[in-house]
């Protein structure tokens, strides 16, 4: 009996890495958002894919220079998986992936070491007129896709992929780090709390590019958000009348919005009672810019998972319950961040902040659909049919190729 189950195992083994991928492909495929915001295996994967596809030997090659393409693709996923190990830590794509190249680099008979692929290349960048927009519709026949961030509050982070979470972050973190933006908040623990946090300092640098703008830094602390660059100066890359960097307020040591016309960005900067906060709203191509090493950003990924709180139930007779909505009709993440800030601090103006950052959102956002991000319990949604079929699946597999069948 016990060799027919060894014989049986021996059978099935060959196949096991298949049965896996397929079924891990299908997690990723209705779980995207969910993987992305804990670890970066899911832009190794398109880095891949895109790599193969872009020589033309997808799945390997038979020829001398298309396997050493291939080679050179696979010891770039290999490096890819190595810096995002840590946050993928327990992370079932992660490790199908990593084991997955493995059997690739032994099966293409690749070395270990050698050159790797060349960096997917950044996004196309505005002609002459240092005018995202305008030369992306030129060229494109269409406006480009527009992403939203904010953070506010405690801090809360609705992320560019539309996730909500409420963070407990303390010391300076990059919100967004891509090849022409970096955005810095530092976050202090409340009075009298140990676990949650306020913004109380926001650093901007727009990086330098080439003919439409020179390097510039915005700095805003709490009591001071102020209308202009570190420099003094409210304008900069004039070129032909046009300025590409430009900082405009309409309340001075609170408010600061920045145009970047040359990369199709807005930042709004607020101080909203004893807390800062930020508006982001950038094309995708401007914020999918970034390195393999540029792989922490709360504004892409949310806070680490160890680092996110859970929203407070509260009661609908509860005085919160009822100033929240008053403020906010709809029962939304805003709504819950209102709810959260005024039970942790018992303070009615802290409701203010999100009230501001829905504003935000409905200036940068251009779907109204969009605007309102519903969920039952914010940063806590229970996966989907689609992932849990696909996990008990994968379970299924995995039971049947090391114990037989049944």
């Given at each position: 009996?016990?060799?027919?189950?060894?014989?049986?195992?021996?059978?099935?083994?060959?196949?096991?890495?298949?049965?896996?991928?397929?079924?891990?492909?299908?997690?990723?495929?209705?779980?995207?958002?969910?993987?992305?915001?804990?670890?970066?295996?899911?832009?190794?994967?398109?880095?891949?894919?895109?790599?193969?596809?872009?020589?033309?030997?997808?799945?390997?090659g038979g020829k001398e220079g298309a396997n050493a393409g291939y080679?050179?693709?696979?010891?770039?996923?290999?490096?890819?998986?190595?810096?995002?190990?840590r946050a993928c830590r327990g992370d079932l794509a992660y490790h199908?992936?990593?084991?997955?190249?493995?059997?690739?680099?032994?099966?293409?008979?690749?070395?270990?070491?050698?050159?790797?692929?060349?960096?997917?290349?950044?996004?196309?960048?505005?002609?002459?007129?240092?005018?995202?927009?305008?030369?992306?519709?030129?060229?494109?026949?269409?406006?480009?896709?527009?992403?939203?961030?904010?953070?506010?509050?405690?801090?809360?982070?609705?992320?560019?992929?539309?996730?909500?979470?409420?963070?407990?972050?303390?010391?300076?973190?990059?919100?967004?780090?891509?090849?022409?933006?970096?955005?810095?908040?530092?976050?202090?623990?409340?009075?009298?709390?140990?676990?949650?946090?306020?913004?109380?300092?926001?650093?901007?640098?727009?990086?330098?590019?080439?003919?439409?703008?020179?390097?510039?830094?915005?700095?805003?602390?709490?009591?001071?958000?102020?209308?202009?660059?570190?420099?003094?100066?409210?304008?900069?890359?004039?070129?032909?009348?046009?300025q590409s960097l430009r900082v405009h307020s309409h309340d001075p040591?609170?408010?600061?919005?920045?145009?970047?016309?040359?990369?199709?960005?807005?930042?709004?900067?607020?101080?909203?009672?004893?807390?800062?906060?930020?508006?982001?709203?950038?094309?995708?191509?401007?914020?999918?810019?970034?390195?393999?090493?540029?792989?922490?950003?709360?504004?892409?990924?949310?806070?680490?998972?160890?680092?996110?709180?859970?929203?407070?139930?509260?009661?609908?007779?509860?005085?919160?319950?009822?100033?929240?909505?008053?403020?906010?009709?709809?029962?939304?993440?805003?709504?819950?961040?209102?709810?959260?800030?005024?039970?942790?601090?018992?303070?009615?103006?802290?409701?203010?902040?999100?009230?501001?950052?829905?504003?935000?959102?409905?200036?940068?956002?251009?779907?109204?659909?969009?605007?309102?991000?519903?969920?039952?319990?914010?940063?806590?949604?229970?996966?989907?049919?689609?992932?849990?079929?696909?996990?008990?699946?994968?379970?299924?597999?995995?039971?049947?190729?090391?114990?037989?069948?049944?």
């Amino acid at each position: 009996m016990g060799m027919a189950a060894s014989a049986v195992r021996g059978n099935h083994s060959h196949t096991t890495w298949k049965h896996i991928v397929i079924i891990v492909t299908t997690v990723l495929l209705f779980s995207a958002p969910s993987v992305c915001a804990q670890c970066r295996i899911l832009r190794c994967n398109s880095d891949f894919v895109a790599a193969t596809l872009e020589m033309g030997i997808i799945g390997g090659g038979g020829k001398e220079g298309a396997n050493a393409g291939y080679c050179s693709a696979l010891r770039s996923y290999a490096l890819c998986t190595q810096r995002t190990a840590r946050a993928c830590r327990g992370d079932l794509a992660y490790h199908s992936a990593v084991q997955g190249i493995e059997d690739l680099l032994i099966q293409h008979r690749c070395p270990k070491t050698g050159p790797t692929a060349q960096p997917r290349p950044l996004p196309p960048f505005p002609g002459d007129g240092c005018f995202y927009e305008k030369e992306f519709m030129q060229r494109e026949g269409r406006a480009p896709e527009y992403l939203h961030c904010g953070v506010f509050g405690d801090p809360h982070i609705r992320t560019f992929n539309d996730e909500f979470q409420t963070c407990t972050v303390q010391g300076a973190w990059p919100l967004i780090d891509n090849q022409y933006l970096y955005i810095q908040a530092t976050s202090t623990p409340t009075r009298g709390s140990s676990y949650t946090t306020i913004l109380t300092k926001i650093t901007v640098i727009l990086k330098n590019c080439r003919a439409c703008a020179e390097l510039q830094i915005y700095q805003a602390e709490l009591d001071n958000v102020p209308p202009a660059f570190v420099d003094g100066s409210v304008t900069s890359g004039d070129r032909r009348g046009h300025q590409s960097l430009r900082v405009h307020s309409h309340d001075p040591g609170r408010h600061a919005e920045i145009w970047a016309t040359h990369i199709g960005t807005t930042l709004v900067v607020r101080q909203v009672g004893r807390s800062l906060s930020l508006s982001v709203r950038s094309p995708r191509a401007i914020v999918e810019s970034y390195t393999p090493e540029q792989d922490l950003q709360l504004c892409m990924w949310g806070c680490p998972v160890s680092q996110r709180l859970e929203m407070p139930h509260a009661h609908p007779s509860s005085p919160a319950y009822s100033h929240c909505s008053s403020l906010l009709p709809v029962r939304d993440v805003y709504f819950q961040a209102c709810l959260f800030d005024l039970q942790v601090s018992g303070d009615v103006n802290s409701s203010a902040s999100a009230v501001a950052a829905l504003e935000d959102a409905r200036a940068m956002i251009s779907d109204p659909g969009r605007v309102h991000l519903l969920t039952d319990r914010a940063g806590t949604n229970p996966p989907s049919l689609p992932v849990v079929l696909a996990l008990s699946v994968l379970t299924e597999t995995l039971r049947h190729t090391i114990l037989g069948p049944v």
